[in-house]
């Protein structure tokens, strides 16, 4: 680079030297997001623990949210507001502006093969944030899905008589309550890898909080 194109880097704006990765809206309802299902995982532990649905499984209280089953509830039902027109606004924004057809589609078998193969031998590039790869792709997908399941089979165990008929597609209270519960699971395993990868890429995280 010549000194004076040096300089005229050194002099641009932020925003004219790197692209836009994420826009306001995707910044504003992930992080509403994370929080939301945050509280809604700690007390939704806490509610299972009120009536298990595994022998061998209890959720330890100091990493339940809520103290007791009717705490439990309250926090449950407030988040769950949140999450729930939050996630309407992203997947309708989503679906409207463009993006999840651009950044999350097409997403091909072979590509995710190839790609996760790259990323376990630490092979993977993250220099184009503007893109994500295949095995991302799918999970995004993938993690979407589970919070349209979770929440509906969340409403058929709420209110399991106004919304009978849905009640009835989860083959009955019992089943749903077992996938309510095998959604949760899905997302805790979502979760887990993708706050370790943001935390192995800090820039992703950088660009999830400013933008760029
Ligand atoms: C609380 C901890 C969380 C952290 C630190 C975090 C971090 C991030 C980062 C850094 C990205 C951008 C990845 C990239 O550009 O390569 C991202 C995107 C994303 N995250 Fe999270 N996240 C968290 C919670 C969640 C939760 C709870 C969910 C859903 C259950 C979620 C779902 C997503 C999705 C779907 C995207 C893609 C968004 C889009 O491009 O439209 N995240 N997250």
Redesign the pocket.
Known sequence: MTLEAATHQATLPDAAKSPL??PLW?RVT?WI??LA??VMIGSGWQIYDASPLFSFLQFPRQIALGQWLAGALLWHFAAMWLLVINGIVYVTL?ILTG?FRR?LFPIHPREVVSDFLAAMRGKLSHDD?TV?NAV?RLL?VG??LA?IVIMLSGISIWKPVQFWWLTAIFGGYDAARYVHFFAMTA?VG??TV??VL?CI?PK??R??IVGR
Do not use: D, E, P, T
């Open positions: 990765v994420h995707v992930h997001n994370a299902m945050l989503g993006r950044k944030l994500y991302q995004y993690v979407i919070g997302i979502f979760l993708h706050v943001a890429v992703s995280l660009a999830m």
